[in-house]
């Protein structure tokens, strides 16, 4: 995804992943109302694959219940932009 924009000179290369989400946002890709919901995602991420701090099953069992809108919003404005490239 990022190749794309980079190739699009829609963003420069990001320094780390909540930079790419600033430079979208910037380039009008995803909303800047989202941007902490998404900066919270990458979070929850690193907690989980660098085993930052425990995670229970429950926890996650949670967020693939009740948050996985947040996923599909942001798949939805990525593919705007990647769709329009073919």
Partial sequence: MLTTFQQKDIITPPTDTRDALTQLVQAGII???DLPIYATMIGFRNRVVHGYQEVSPERVLEIANKELGDFERFIRQVLSI???SH
């Fill in 31 to 33: 909303s800047r109302k």
């Fill in 82 to 84: 990647t769709e329009e």
